[in-house]
């Protein structure tokens, strides 16, 4: 095993990212806000936002920036970020709003079409962006709605997601009441193994 020379550790650079992230996102949502374009924050930073209302120090540091959108929608929304610096790329059959016009993938807002699978293979598709509520500086999608996403998903960082929010008390037993009955095994899999 070989290993190349690794700098110091810089703190300001970790923060410095995590605000690049957040920056991002905000800048999305407040020109879709601005072009009445609906849209809701997902993925791990919705996780991040909700987990945030009960515990700081559970929050989880997520670099992607997703959001949920109507395939309608997506043309307005082009005509909307694309003057506080985003372009419109399709990638692996994702569509992506890439910051700059040598943005990296990584850097690019993703987008998850509402209403559709995002994977043929997946149980149920993803929620409509009317399932959403207004957090501080954007929507987030609603708790219920997170979770039947993150349990459709079901990868290794997903089940990682839903089992920070049984953390910070925001899912229990009783949600094997509240999900789909095609994710209530998934469901009770994260209650059962709260620590992975």
């Known amino acids: 095993m070989t290993t190349s020379q690794l700098g110091p550790f810089n703190l300001e650079k970790v923060f410095g990212a995590m605000n690049q992230i957040s920056e991002r996102m905000i800048r999305a949502a407040t020109a ?25 120090a559970l929050v989880r540091f997520t670099k992607d920036v997703d959001l949920l959108m109507r395939l309608e929608d997506l043309d307005a929304a082009e005509a909307a970020l694309a003057p506080v610096g985003f372009h419109r ?19 690019a807002i993703h987008i998850i079409l509402a209403g559709q699978k995002v994977r043929p293979q997946y149980l149920l598709p993803a929620p409509d962006v009317d399932e959403r509520e207004r957090g501080n500086d954007y929507f987030v ?24 929010l049984i953390a910070a008390g925001l899912i229990d037993e009783t949600w ?10 998934r469901m009770q899999y994260c209650l059962d193994t709260p620590d992975g």
């Open 32 to 56: 879709l806000e601005a072009a009445g374009v609906p849209y809701a924050v997902i993925g791990g930073n919705a996780v991040a936002n909700w987990v945030s209302r009960v515990d700081d």
């Open 89 to 107: 790329r399709k990638t692996l059959g994702i569509t992506a709003f890439h910051d700059g016009t040598g943005g990296k993938f990584a850097d």
């Open 141 to 164: 999608l609603t708790l219920d709605a997170l979770v039947r996403m993150k349990l459709t998903s079901n990868r290794d960082h997903d089940r990682t997601h839903i089992r920070d």
């Open 176 to 185: 094997t009441t509240r999900v789909p009955p095609e994710l209530v095994e």
